[in-house]
């Protein structure tokens, strides 16, 4: 069964600091794909950042980075230079298994102090 | 612009109304999804449309009609709500069959039942 894990109800990073949140997967699937997506109060998930299980380099975007520790099962997104409009949710994503689902963790509330 | 767009963004309806949420997408993407948002709960999947057939429904109770004409419209019809139905309903779409391809999100409506 396929299963994502944040373990990070809510996290406060000082402007300008870098941030890491993490994300666990669960699969006995060779191959998927994970990802970040972004939630701010309005509503709309914006997506951020995707990794393969090939990929052999971490991905980044900008001021995205995934931490891709395949062995650990874990893809943690790290915001570097934090800003005031990084205050959002943030959900870890997986998709693969039958079907090509897509599996969401339960999200990260992160708070960035100025 | 995600290139998904749901309408409308807010909702407010009476017990006994009926209405419907839209969603639309002009991305080529054949799969379509409605999820729901409750607060300090996961994404919770609803409907799954695939090349405008209805692939999966995740015991959603009947007061929620999906509606799918064409692989880029989605309609959720929606009678006799109760007021735990409150909650963010959002959009997604993608291409089938792609791992490396997450999902495209709409900005979500915001539904209020009274």
């Known amino acids: 069964a396929q299963k994502i894990t944040q373990t990070q109800p809510g996290m406060f990073v000082q402007e300008k600091e870098a941030v890491t949140l993490d994300c666990t997967y669960d699969t006995s699937d060779p191959s998927y794909g994970l990802f970040w997506y972004k939630q701010p109060s309005s509503g709309e998930m914006i997506f951020l950042i995707y990794q393969g299980s090939y990929d052999q380099q971490n991905a980044t975007e900008g001021r995205y980075s995934l931490n891709f520790q395949k062995a650990r099962k874990s893809a943690n997104l790290v915001i570097s230079a934090s800003q005031l409009g990084d205050s959002a949710m943030y959900f870890c994503?997986?998709?693969?298994?039958?079907?090509?689902?897509?599996?969401f963790g339960t999200g990260t509330s992160l708070t960035v102090i100025p | 612009e995600t290139g998904v767009t749901q309408t409308p963004r807010h909702l407010v309806m009476g017990m006994t109304n009926k209405k419907s949420l839209k969603c639309e997408q002009h991305l080529g993407h054949n799969a379509m999804y409605w999820y729901k948002q409750s607060a300090k709960k996961p994404l919770e999947l609803m409907f799954v449309?695939?090349?405008?057939?209805?692939?999966e429904n995740n015991s959603v109770p009947s007061r929620f009609s999906p509606e799918c004409p064409n692989s880029s419209h989605l309609f959720l019809h929606l009678h006799t709500l109760q007021p735990e139905d409150s909650a963010l309903y959002l959009c997604a779409s993608s291409p089938l069959n792609s791992q490396n391809y997450g999902y495209t999100f709409g900005s979500g409506t915001r539904l209020t039942v009274v």
């Open positions: 449309y695939n090349f405008k057939e209805q692939t």
């Open positions: 994503a997986m998709r693969g298994g039958a079907g090509n689902q897509f599996y």
